[in-house]
Nanobody
Framework: VQLQASGGGLVQTGGSLRLSCVVS????????MGWFRQAPGKQREFVAA??????????APSDSVKGRFSISRENAKNTVFLQMNSLKPEDTAVYYC????????????????????WGQGTLVTVSS
């Protein structure tokens, strides 16, 4: 499985960005696709995920992205999107897309160490 992330950049506080992750190299029905982020000096953290088959979304359990970020997929293009609105300086991080082969359908883990495939990161910088 190969993952190619794009869409990062520099944006002002309150602005929006849409990240894309193109997936290739495998069939996807048992997979979930996720976005993680890692800010300087911090651990990689789960942001959102979506299952290929049912399209069930999952978001970080904290309120860090609630109501501002939205994950979606376009199966025909093998692409997963992360729409980020009302961006804040604390959203500044390298964002990574990842793929998880789900052991149980529609069940994911927030632990990045358990995700199976990773794309390169795309940097999102939010200026104050």
């Amino acid at each position: 499985v190969q993952l190619q992330a794009s869409g990062g950049g520099l944006v002002q506080t309150g602005g929006s960005l849409r990240l894309s992750c193109v997936v290739s190299g495998h069939t996807f029905s048992s997979y979930a696709m996720g976005w993680f982020r890692q800010a300087p000096g911090k651990q990689r953290e789960f942001v959102a995920a979506i299952t290929w088959s049912s399209g069930s979304p999952f978001y970080a359990p904290s309120d860090s992205v609630k109501g501002r970020f939205s994950i979606s997929r376009e199966n025909a293009k093998n692409t997963v999107f992360l729409q980020m609105n009302s961006l804040k300086p604390e959203d500044t991080a390298v964002y990574y897309c990842a793929a998880l082969l789900m052991a149980v359908p529609d069940t994911i883990t927030w632990n990045p160490e358990r995700w199976h495939y990773w794309g390169q990161g795309t940097l999102v910088t939010v200026s104050s």
